[in-house]
């Protein structure tokens, strides 16, 4: 999710993630979370993964 045609660097110097010890910018996505997960599929489709799992698979966790 964090490639640049499936989101977007929002451009603030306020919009970073802390996580775990490290910054990352926070992003915008540009689709939902349901069709980059049928794109995910269609691009690996050697991989078996739920729509739930894809989900929480890529979003930074702040503690």
Same mark, same amino acid.
């Given at each position: @999710?964090?490639? +640049?045609?499936?989101?977007?660097?929002?451009?603030?110097?306020?919009?970073?993630?802390?996580?775990?010890?490290?910054?990352? @910018?926070? %992003?915008?996505?540009? +689709?939902?979370?349901?069709?980059?997960? %049928?794109?995910?599929?269609?691009?690996?489709? +050697?991989?078996?993964?739920?729509?739930?799992?894809?989900?929480?698979?890529?979003?930074?966790?702040?503690?």
């Amino acid at each position: @999710m964090s490639r +640049d045609d499936n989101s977007r660097q929002n451009p603030g110097k306020k919009d970073i993630l802390k996580c775990k010890g490290e910054n990352y @910018m926070a %992003r915008t996505l540009n +689709d939902y979370l349901k069709t980059l997960h %049928r794109k995910y599929i269609g691009e690996n489709p +050697d991989v078996k993964l739920s729509l739930a799992s894809f989900v929480e698979s890529d979003q930074p966790r702040s503690n």
